[in-house]
């Protein structure tokens, strides 16, 4: 860095920091929502968001308007009232975490570049194990070879573990490529559509993967699992894996992994866990034995950035036989993984599909070791409080508010009834006048739209049984209940503002 712009960096600094240790609050809007077109112009205020050709170097306060304006016209995920996705609220300490591995600039590939983050990677990846039952409490917490990976975001995860499986059922793929065999991969039509485009990407094509019927509230149904076994094997397919996901994305459903664990071990099939949403439960005491079962899994992939408050991304991919790693993602670069260099055995490089990789263990190793395991469970467990309270206050709403499923996880998911059409009962949506479903189904987009232009929350929606509903996603330690009680008013006074007009 030329010391002429070390003023730059420091005000750079200076404005990040404020936003982490002040952060937006309940008095500030979610989101000062701009156009495409209004955003254009009102960098035109500063530096222009194009790059222009012979663009010049700008001036520091130009950056610094810059900056101000990145700042105000972001979505500020870590305000209370951003439950849109399965993220938000992200650790403070995670972040500057972050800062601090941006700062150190490395990458993850060999020991000797990364000779500390080897290090914590292996004690993450064994603590995650243990937490998952894929080692013994009484294993080395600091193994020579770690059970797992860190890998960019989830969908990268799946698509690694179903390589792994892949391997496990033709151990010359790697050099020999696809023997032929039609491979057919099992997941519930709630689960995530990572397991269609890592069959995309593995040359299986999106129809190998079977999506099996899920219950009412988003779990895969058990019986439908194995007649779709049959059917594939009947169509001259060959099973090679089941996707169980622990905690979907729309409704924070579980499958049954114990049940999934039985049909695979007896049918002779991988496991693979989609544990990035609800994997987190396995923190909280209370709330583990959502993920019974997980211990029988080949393969469970992990998203440290949901649930857990990493920065994007953070993802843990974690294997039941750590050696297929290798087997089945090294490529031996002599100028990179060489035999004989000093602790060249760590590299973690050649035990994966990636060369260059970001260090997303320091956020989680510094935020882990500063809150505690007990730091942890709480938020967690404030995560679910939260999503009660959300549930108990639809059951107190005189029917404006009315539930589509019945998880009781982090994730609520209902519709805004219009007065004129209360009382309302949605359990079986089949039956629900198509007028009354047009309607419905018209009003949340709308309802949101009012609420982002406003900045009063920013909450998700999606079809569940056919109908645009609410998705309410508990999971910030912003949130409070105050904060949910405004998201329902704030969704109440839009709703009614729209239908009185
Ligand atoms: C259940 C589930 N699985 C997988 C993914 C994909 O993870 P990523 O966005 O890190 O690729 C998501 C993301 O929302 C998810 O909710």
Redesign the pocket.
């Known amino acids: 860095m030329t010391p002429d712009r070390a003023h730059l960096v420091e005000a750079i600094v200076e404005r990040a920091t404020r936003y982490v240790t002040e952060p937006p609050d309940g008095a500030d809007p979610v989101i000062s929502l701009a156009s495409p077109a209004e955003l254009v112009e009102i960098f035109e205020g500063s530096v222009g968001l194009a790059l222009t050709d012979s663009a010049p170097a700008a001036t520091d306060p130009e950056i610094l308007a810059a900056v101000d304006q990145v700042v105000e016209y972001s979505m500020h995920t870590s305000h209370p009232r951003f439950v849109n996705q ?1 993220f938000a609220g992200p650790d403070p300490i995670a972040v500057v975490g972050d800062w601090l591995g941006a700062a150190l600039n490395t990458t993850g590939a060999t020991f000797e570049v990364a000779p500390v983050f080897t290090m914590m990677e292996t004690a993450v990846l064994a603590k995650l194990g243990r937490l998952a039952g894929f080692l013994e409490d009484a294993d080395d917490p600091l193994p020579a070879l770690p059970p797992g990976l860190f890998c960019a ?4 995860g ?1 698509l690694f573990a179903l390589q792994l499986a892949r391997h496990r059922h033709q151990p010359d793929v790697t050099s020999a490529g696809a023997n032929g065999d039609r491979l057919a991969v099992f997941v519930s039509e709630a ?2 559509y ?1 397991a269609g485009k890592s069959a995309a990407l593995m040359g299986l094509g999106t129809d190998a993967v079977v999506k099996v019927s899920s219950d009412h509230d988003g779990a895969m149904i058990l019986s439908e699992l194995e007649r779709a076994i049959d059917r594939a094997e009947t169509a001259g397919m060959v099973p090679l894996a089941v996707i169980g ?1 622990a ?3 729309v409704t924070a459903a579980f499958d049954d992994l114990e049940a999934l664990a039985g049909v695979c071990e007896r049918r002779e099939l991988w496991l693979h866990v ?1 544990g ?2 609800g994997g987190s439960a396995l923190f909280s005491a209370s709330q583990a034995w959502r993920l019974r079962g997980v211990e029988r899994a080949d393969s469970l ?1 992990w ?1 440290l ?2 649930m857990m408050g990493m920065t994007q ?1 953070c ?1 843990a991919l974690l294997v039941r036989e750590p050696d297929r790693l290798a087997a089945c993602f090294s490529a031996g670069a002599d100028y990179l993984f060489q035999s004989d260099k000093l602790h060249g055995e760590y590299d973690a490089g050649d035990r994966t599909f990636q060369c260059a990789r970001r260090i997303d263990v320091l956020k989680l190793w510094l935020t882990w070791k500063a809150r505690g395991d007990a730091g942890f469970a709480a938020r967690i467990e404030h995560a679910v409080a939260m999503a009660e309270h959300t549930r108990r206050r639809l059951a107190g709403s005189g029917g404006a508010f009315v539930p589509m499923v019945s998880g009781d996880f982090t994730n609520v998911v209902f519709a805004w009834v219009p007065p004129h059409l209360r009382p309302l009962t949605l359990d079986a949506p089949d039956e629900i006048p198509n007028h009354v479903r047009r309607e419905l189904h018209q009003l949340a987009p709308r309802i949101k739209a009012r609420m982002q232009a406003d900045g009063s929350g920013m909450i998700g929606y999606q079809p569940v049984h056919g109908l645009n509903t609410f998705r309410m996603i508990c999971m910030s330690p912003m949130l409070q209940a105050a904060d949910v009680d405004a998201i329902l008013a704030a969704i109440d006074a839009a709703g009614s503002d729209l239908v009185g007009a």
């Open positions: 399965n975001g989830g969908s990268m799946t689960g995530h990572a996901t905690g979907t994305t989609d990035c949403y992939v998203n950035h949901k991304q993802t």
